[in-house]
Each structure stands twice: as C-alpha cells, then as structure tokens.
C-alpha cells in the first residue's frame, strides 16, 4: 500500500503544473485493468455522490458478487463479512462515507464462495470534491497471509497473533478474558493412519465449524498442532460450556472427508483472566494443563482452571525431572521385582510377571501407576522399557536351570508398540541373550489395540511367527474386551483384579470369571487369574478351569534372590 500511496503521490505532484496536465492524457478505464493485472491484490473505486464502486473480476468471483460494478455494496459485504468483524468494518466504512475520516485500514474476515474465511486488509483513500464533500474512495484490499499473520492451512490468525491480541485487550483494562484451547483428540493417528492431507483438511474442517459456531464476537486462531484457540470477551463458564457444546455437536456429526468417516473428538481447557492469572503466558500455560486434562481424563470434555490441575502437574513435573535424572544416571533407582504365577493344577510356580520399581533418594518409593504414565507421556517408556526387557529376560534365561519352561511375563505400553524399532530391539536382545522364544510373554493391555486393530493384528502375527506369546492385561476393564478377543487372538487373557475383588460377596463377579473361562477354554487360550489374595477366593476359584494364579495368596511381587529361595530352589 505504501508504495502505491507514493506513486498516486508523485503521478499528482507531476501532475499538478498545468503543463504537464495539458500534456499527458490517459484512458481511464485502460488504466485501471492495466493496474488490476499488475497486482494480486483487489483495487477498488467508488463514487461517493453515486454509491457505484467497482471491484475487479477476480475478487467479485471469489466472493460471489453479481457484477463487477454494485451500487451500494455495504448490505452485500454484511453477508460475507464475519459477524465478529461486521461492526468495525461498518463503522470504519460509514466514518470515510460521512466525511468524517479520510482514509481507512482494517482487517477483517470474509466469506469465500467455498465456504471458508479467509483474513483481508483493505486500505483505503477517500478524496473529496471542491466543496469538500467526499467524493471518490478507493484504495486495495489485499490478503493479510503476506504479512506472516495467518495459517496456511486453515487460513486462521496464527498464534503470535492470538499473544498479541490476547495481551491487547489486557492492556486496555479489560476483565474476564477467556481463554479457550480447543484440541482435536487422537489427531496424531489421522497424519499416522491416513495422510497429510486429510489431516489439513480435518483441519480445515474444525476451523470452520468452530467459526460458525461462535456466539457474537468470540476471536478463533490456530494455534500448534492441532491446537486452537479462542478469545472470549465477558467470560463465564456458563458461556463457554455453551460454545464447546455447539462445536462438539457439529463437530461429531459432520465428519465425512473424502467418503471417509472419521470417528473423532474434540477436548478443550479454558482459563480466565484475571480470575486464574495474572498474565497471558501465565493464562497459555495454564489453559494448556487444562486442555491436558480434558485428554487424560476420557477426552471429548471441556475442562475449567482448578489449583488442583496446577498441583498435579508440578507433581507431574516434579517426577518427570527425577525421572530424567535417574535414566541418565544409568537407570539408578530402577528395579525389577517379580510376582510368582502359580498353575492351578500343581500349585507349583509356572513363571512370574516382572514389574517396574522406582524409588528416588528425595521423592522415595514412587508407585508404578504414578510413575508409568509420566513415563509413558514423555516417550521415556521407550528406553525405560528396553532396560526392564534385557534385565528381566536375563533374569529369566538363569532361572531356566531350574525349570526349562518357566516363562517370564513382560509388561508392554502401547507407545512401545508404536515406536518402529520395538521389534528389532527385541530380536536383538533375545538373540545377544540366546533365550528360546517360548520362555517370553508380552503382557498388552486392551488399549494397545481398539485405536489401531490393524496395526496391532500385524504386530500380533510377527510376535506369533518369532514363538512369543502374548497376554492380554486387565481383561474386562475396557470397553470392548470380547470384540478385541474375537479380532486378536491372545494366547493368554488375565482376567484383573477387580472381578476377584468381591468374589465372595458378588455373583455377578463369579459368573464373569467362569463365563470368560469357559469361553477361552473353548478356542484354547489359557486363563490367568489376578488378585487371589485369600484362601477363600482361591477355593472358589481353583476349580472351574483357570490355568493360572496370580496375587498375594501366593506370593507378593519380590526380588529375584526372593523367588529363587521361596519358589525355585527345592529344599
Ligand atoms: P498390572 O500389570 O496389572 O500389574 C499387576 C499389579 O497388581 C501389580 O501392581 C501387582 O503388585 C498388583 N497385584 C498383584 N496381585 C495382587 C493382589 O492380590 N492384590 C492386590 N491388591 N494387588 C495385586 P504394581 O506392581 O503396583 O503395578 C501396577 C501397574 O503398573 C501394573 O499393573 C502395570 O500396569 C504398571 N507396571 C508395572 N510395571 C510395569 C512395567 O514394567 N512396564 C509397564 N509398561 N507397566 C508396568
Ligand atoms: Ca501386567
Ligand atoms: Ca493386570
């Protein structure tokens, strides 16, 4: 703009001496489709005594106008123009028209033929006749993307713009700023499972939704990932239940792209300003915890600013830093302790189940169900895992001596499963351990495969070809525990603790365990039982077909040097 600012200047300065306007003459109309042609943005004219403006080609098919000259063009740019944007750009429009101001220069978002907004910048001059009435107005109305200010996918504002913004309207005393970060779950596995491609236009997808679901004036960006981000001006969490309610609904029921239907989610956090921070980078911070919880706790939810979510975290934080330390330091504080499993119709021990310990000299003895997520958050479950599999395998090919069957299970997350060199790994380190396939369980949980069953069944049928068995954890604790037996034919089912737990009171528990007994003794897959604690549940139990014991009845998790003295070495 500035540069055609300077060139109107110095056309008029040379032209302002009657010679030189006696000299030059030029056609009008030419001119102005030689200067269209020259520039990709949208140059405009309007007669202000008439109310024609004209507006080039390219922008009046982009927008759908009838034609290229409209005589009062405002109640057709109301159509188009956001509804967020619709009072600045009217007010901005009305001061040039009026007389009032002289040149104009706002940003706004307009509605494409296609259905998108897209951000524009129209800057313009208006020019008044000898009397001093306004007579022409015109100017260029050009995209806002050059100026590094938009997304490219979604063509939303970007995230330095959400900062910017958010931190204005801090500055200008405003109260009760909501901050909204809206993140589709699982997004990860659209990229993962399908392509690019119908990731940006999930993408582009959401970004409309989220627009046209807006109460009034409620600001959308894109900020990373998969992450937006709303400004809600009067913010309650009435209001913004209200907002996620819409997205969300429109959100599950619009989601065909290309002929595929994608099943996804959409969780939120929101924070307010000044009500749970004093500052944006505070709020960002916090509004993202929020958002975190929302995933961890199911997904698909709206979750508010607590102190207990910033509690948590520095918890969070506190154990993921000690952790660091202790995988650095060479897996200091890491332990392994092993759980006898008993068979049913022995009594003797048939293997064990090696499981994790981490005590840290300042936290102390860390539980594994609080430590294992964090673990598995960060990634760090990969190299932590790898160390548990060669120690305990190693564990395991000494123990052989005693009983070559004995089998040592191994507990597996799916971020395992899903890094590209687990098999490999394994491979390596039985063939560095030169320890028979048989002797191996892999312990996966339900989990591990309802969001990718047809990754998980090719996983299944390599572990299966190599003579590693696989068991599946926590059985009937999951959503779909029969649909993912009938998909994924484990060889072990370990029916969890919580069937057992009230056994002796419950009917409903009794009948599930010989329900699912009989059915996996019917196709052959062994049945492990956890959380025998008492000589009454294990007479109950003993007798309807279960292959395997685990609990403290038996024996509680114990070092190796344990095992070996109570169950290995015959006195
Ligand atoms: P899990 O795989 O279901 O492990 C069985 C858990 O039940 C163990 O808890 C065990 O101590 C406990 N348990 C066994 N018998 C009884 C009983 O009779 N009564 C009661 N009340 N509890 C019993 P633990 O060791 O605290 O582990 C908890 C969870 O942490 C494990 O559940 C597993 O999900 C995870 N975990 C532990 N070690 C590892 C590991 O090496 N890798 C991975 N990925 N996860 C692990
Ligand atoms: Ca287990
Ligand atoms: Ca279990």
């Known amino acids: 703009m500035d540069n055609i600012k300077k060139i109107n200047e110095s056309i008029t300065e040379n032209l302002s001496s009657a010679e030189n306007k006696k000299s030059f003459s030029y056609n009008e109309k030419e001119s102005y489709k030689a200067l269209i042609k020259s520039t990709a943005n949208f140059i405009f004219i309007g007669n202000l005594k008439t109310g024609k403006f004209r507006y080039p080609l390219v922008m009046v098919n982009l927008f759908g106008f009838p034609s290229e000259v409209i005589q009062n063009p405002l109640p057709l740019w109301e159509k188009i123009v956001h509804k967020a944007d619709w009072e ?133 960006y894109r900020l990373d990932g998969d992450n937006f981000g709303l400004i809600v001006k009067d913010a309650d ?129 860390i539980s594994p169900m609080e430590f294992v997520p964090v673990l598995e958050d960060t990634g760090l479950i990969v190299p932590v895992g790898r160390w548990i599999l060669r120690n305990s395998l190693k564990q395991c090919k000494e123990w052989l001596k005693y009983n070559p069957d004995f089998t040592m299970s191994v507990n597996i997350s799916f971020i395992q499963l899903l890094d590209k060199d687990f098999l490999n790994d394994l491979k390596e380190i039985i063939k560095e351990l030169d320890i028979p396939t048989r002797n191996i369980i892999l312990e996966l949980t339900e989990s591990c495969s309802i969001n990718s069953m047809g990754f998980m069944k090719n996983l299944y049928d390599e572990l299966k070809d190599s003579g590693i068995r696989v068991a599946l954890d926590d059985f009937g604790t999951g959503y779909s525990s029969l649909g993912v037996l009938k998909e994924i034919a484990a060889d072990i089912v370990k029916i969890d603790r919580i069937f057992v737990r009230d056994i002796l009171k419950s009917k409903f528990d009794m009948n599930f365990i010989k329900f699912i007994t009989a059915i996996c003794n019917d196709v052959d897959i062994e049945v492990c039982l956890e959380g025998v604690e008492t000589k009454e549940e294990y007479n109950l139990v003993k007798d309807i077909g279960i292959d395997y014991i685990q609990g403290y009845y038996f024996g509680k998790p114990q070092s190796a040097e344990e095992i070996e003295n109570n169950f290995l070495i015959e006195k």
């Open 237 to 365: 969490e009435e209001k913004i239940v209200e907002i996620y309610e819409k997205i969300k609904t429109e959100f599950v029921t619009s989601q065909i792209i290309e002929k595929r239907k994608l099943l996804l989610t959409i969780s939120g956090g929101c924070s307010i300003y000044p009500k749970d921070g004093n500052s944006y980078l505070e709020l960002y911070k916090y509004t993202n915890y929020t958002l975190e919880s929302s995933k961890k706790d199911g997904k698909n939810k709206m979750t508010f600013f607590t102190k207990e979510i910033i509690e948590n975290k520095s918890r969070h934080l506190e154990v993921l830093y000690f952790l660091k330390r202790s995988i650095a330091n060479d897996f200091y504080g890491f332990d392994i302790v092993y759980q006898p499993q008993i068979s049913s119709k022995t009594e003797k021990i048939k293997g064990v189940e090696a499981l994790l310990r981490w005590k840290d000299e300042k936290l102390g003895m």
């Open 88 to 220: 600045k750009f009217y007010e901005s429009n009305m001061e040039i028209v009026s007389g009032e101001k002289d040149s104009h220069n706002i940003e706004f978002r307009v509605k494409t033929v296609e259905g998108d907004y897209i951000w524009m910048k129209c800057c313009g001059n208006m020019v008044r006749d000898k009397e001093g009435n306004p007579s022409t107005f015109a100017g260029v109305i050009s995209h806002l993307e050059e100026k590094n200010k938009i997304d490219n996918v979604t063509r939303l504002l970007n995230i330095t713009e959400f900062s910017k913004n958010f931190q204005k309207k801090i500055d200008s005393g405003l109260k009760n700023i909501g901050m909204v970060i809206l993140g589709i779950d699982n997004f990860k596995q659209v990229n993962d499972f399908h392509d690019r491609e119908t990731g940006d236009k999930v993408l582009q997808a959401i970004a409309r939704i989220i627009q046209s679901n807006l109460l009034c004036n409620e600001e959308v």
